[in-house]
């Protein structure tokens, strides 16, 4: 039996409600079709936001969204989006499928998208192709409350107050798609752009986000910092548990059709953010002590080949088990590193990579990675607690991949939340898990578990579910439970 300690009397960091947000770029039926129908649409939306989905955002908790990209944020001239619809220029999408895009999805949208989920607002701006003055100009736009050109502008589209925005990103992906550019090149033009991304309103700080590092190159971390460190309040980094790559040397590339052994490659891939956040972290330190800047992961999540019969530029895939286990293990690693990551952005919300949501005409379904994100809202804005669990490891490989990858924190009432995710495609999992200094009166818990390769169909919409969690006893004091295979489990304790 393995043992599970949590120590409420350690408590370490705010695990920000951010850690959980959420990433809709103009890519595929991200946004059309999938957050947006249009105000004719015969698929019940409010103002033009799909309520099917908005709904499901909700209840989900999503507290922060990204928009508009991605790598269309450094093609994007918001001037396009604002207006009357029938006058708004039309633009050929050159990153995602070269389909036209009509920009009837704009800035009033976005913010009216976020108004209706109840979340907060992350915008990117574009300094791949844009100039300072269209930056400072969009900011002006949408945040100023007084008198000038650009909030004239916005009150003539229909809009008396100022929105508010709080993260501003300045560029995306700068080192390839925003600009193929050097650290040092990016870093001295940020310090440019920023300058401008103006706080109109004491009321509404905005927090700057630096383009940071593709995955592991600590050498860009280490620049950028160096140079503009002291002008951003956070820098973003970018992982993908991306297989494409591996077919030449065997493995399936497909979302659902894959074997055991790509199973663990997959999670063993996504296992590797531990490694890389720490290592980042570690030149953060060195750059900035008095840890100032925070660490941004706006883009995670899996890419397998698109669905057959799709739109290669669309990234459209469906989301299988070994999704959700993803998404538990990555959520519970960046709960861990929640003293300096303050905010994290899953790729993305709908009908693209690891979404929580796909759409089907007027059908719609929750995927197993929106029952994680679901189960794990509890963890939002609680303070993690000391814990650790002894493991097995799983799968065979020269890389480890721990059995058990939990985290816990605490609510303001007191209450526990753990979540446990048991990686292994067949071996149960025993545990005693031991609160210090507190005997365990009342537990309820939730699972979601199945076999790897299960997920949820326009036809049969509920093959992945949460369920009640009632495979364990309270005790001694203690709570001795078995995980099911390929599962993610919550437990509350009081």
Same mark, same amino acid.
């Given at each position: ?34 957050? =947006? ?38 093609? =994007? ?10 006058? &708004? ?21 976005? +913010? ?18 844009? %100039? ?17 050109? *650009? ?15 709080? =993260?501003?990103?300045?560029?995306? @992906? ?6 193929? *550019? ?9 310090? &440019? +752009?920023? %300058?401008?991304? &103006? ?51 065997? +493995? ?78 990555? #959520? ?26 796909? %759409?089907?005409? @007027?059908?719609? #379904? ?91 169909? +326009? ?36």
């Amino acid at each position: 039996m393995e043992k599970y300690l949590i120590n409420p009397n350690q408590k370490i960091s705010k695990i920000n409600k951010d850690i959980y947000g959420h990433f809709s770029e103009h890519l595929g039926r991200c946004i059309y079709e999938g957050l =947006y129908v249009g105000e004719n649409s015969e698929i019940d939306n409010v103002n033009g936001m799909r309520s099917d989905v908005v709904n499901a955002l909700k209840e989900m908790k999503l507290p922060v969204l990204r928009w508009p990209g991605g790598c269309f944020a450094d093609e =994007y001239h918001w001037k396009d989006g604002i207006g009357e619809k029938s006058a &708004r220029k039309k633009m050929i999408n050159t990153h995602w499928g070269g389909v036209v895009e009509d920009n009837s999805f704009g800035t009033h949208e976005f +913010f009216e998208l976020c108004s209706q989920i109840g979340c907060d607002a992350y915008i990117n701006g574009n300094v791949g192709s844009g %100039t300072v003055q269209e930056m400072s100009e969009w900011v002006e736009y949408m945040t100023f409350g007084g008198l000038s050109p *650009m909030s004239e502008l916005r009150r003539k589209n229909g809009r008396e107050e100022p929105w508010r925005v709080k =993260y501003f990103g300045v560029g995306n @992906e700068n080192w390839g798609c925003g600009g193929n *550019m050097t650290p040092e090149f990016y870093a001295n033009l940020y310090r &440019r +752009f920023q %300058t401008y991304v &103006r706080d109109y309103d004491r009321d509404n700080r905005i927090y700057r986000i630096a383009c940071g590092p593709n995955a592991s190159d600590y050498n860009w971390t280490d620049k950028v910092l160096q140079i503009a460190g002291n002008k951003m309040n956070g820098l973003s980094l970018h992982y993908y548990t991306d297989m494409r790559g591996r077919r030449k040397d065997g +493995f399936s590339c497909s979302a659902t059709e894959f074997a055991t052994q790509d199973y663990y490659e997959v999670l063993k891939s996504a296992y590797r953010i531990e490694e890389i956040i720490s290592r980042h972290i570690d030149v953060m330190n060195v750059r900035d002590p008095q840890r100032r800047v925070d660490l941004i992961v706006d883009e995670w999540g899996t890419w397998f080949d698109v669905e057959p019969g799709t739109n290669p530029g669309f990234l459209y895939q469906q989301n299988t088990m070994r999704d959700a286990i993803v998404a538990g293990l990555t #959520l519970n690693i960046f709960n861990k590193h929640s003293d300096r990551i303050k905010m994290a952005n899953i790729a993305q919300t709908v009908n693209v990579l690891q979404a929580v949501v796909l %759409t089907d005409g @007027e059908k719609m #379904l929750l995927t197993p990675t929106y029952h994680i994100f679901k189960m794990y809202a509890d963890h939002q804005n609680n303070t993690l607690l000391g814990s650790y669990i002894t493991t097995p490891d799983a799968g065979e490989s020269t890389r480890p991949l721990p059995q058990l990858i939990e985290s816990a924190s605490m609510a303001e009432d007191g209450k526990i939340i753990a979540t446990v995710v048991n990686t292994s495609d067949c071996e149960k999992a025993a545990i005693s898990c031991q609160v210090a200094d507190r005997a365990v009166k009342q537990v309820k818990a939730q699972t979601l578990c199945g076999k790897i390769g299960d997920y949820n169909t +326009f036809d049969s919409k509920e093959n992945v579910k949460t369920a009640e969690f009632t495979d364990f006893v309270i005790k001694n004091g203690c709570i001795e439970a078995t995980l099911s295979p390929c599962s993610v489990t919550k437990f509350v304790i009081e």
